[in-house]
């Protein structure tokens, strides 16, 4: 009974990293928006945000790639789809963000201190 544990416990040993190895986490997609009156700190942090997301998927895509299981180009395709997703649509926000400043500094809409 106890070598039939004994040899459990090391052929468990054996496969879990093999397991471990072959499970890859897809990343989560960060809620690209803006207020139209946000900080610099709040756009830093979604660019941070974006930016994680982005290297996570590289990650996530590669580990798909080292398991060469079936699925994985589809997978690999799907997640780029929305990597490029995000990233549009983070840049388009952040376009957008300064052209309304830019047009509510010249209308005089926007305070501008000077010291």
Same mark, same amino acid.
């Given at each position: 009974? /106890?070598?039939?544990?004994?040899?459990?416990?090391? #052929?468990?040993? /054996? %496969?879990?990293?093999?397991?471990?190895?072959?499970?890859?986490?897809?990343?989560? %997609?960060?809620?690209?928006?803006?207020?139209?009156? %946000?900080?610099?700190? $709040?756009? %830093?942090?979604?660019?941070?945000?974006? $930016?994680? #997301?982005?290297?996570?998927?590289?990650?996530?895509?590669?580990?798909?790639?080292?398991?060469?299981? *079936?699925?994985?180009? *589809?997978?690999?395709?799907?997640?780029?789809?929305?990597?490029?997703? /995000?990233?549009?649509?983070?840049?388009?926000?952040?376009?957008?963000?300064? $052209?309304?400043?830019? $047009?509510? *500094?010249?209308?005089?809409?926007?305070?501008?201190?000077?010291?």
């Amino acid at each position: 009974m /106890i070598r039939e544990l004994g040899l459990a416990v090391v #052929f468990a040993s /054996i %496969a879990l990293p093999s397991l471990a190895a072959a499970r890859c986490d897809q990343p989560y %997609a960060p809620d690209v928006r803006l207020a139209p009156n %946000a900080t610099k700190e $709040q756009i %830093a942090t979604l660019r941070d945000d974006v $930016q994680t #997301f982005i290297a996570a998927s590289d990650i996530y895509q590669a580990c798909l790639q080292k398991t060469a299981s *079936a699925g994985a180009p *589809a997978l690999v395709a799907a997640n780029q789809k929305e990597k490029e997703r /995000i990233g549009k649509l983070f840049n388009a926000l952040l376009s957008s963000f300064k $052209q309304a400043n830019v $047009q509510a *500094a010249n209308s005089g809409n926007l305070e501008l201190v000077s010291r």
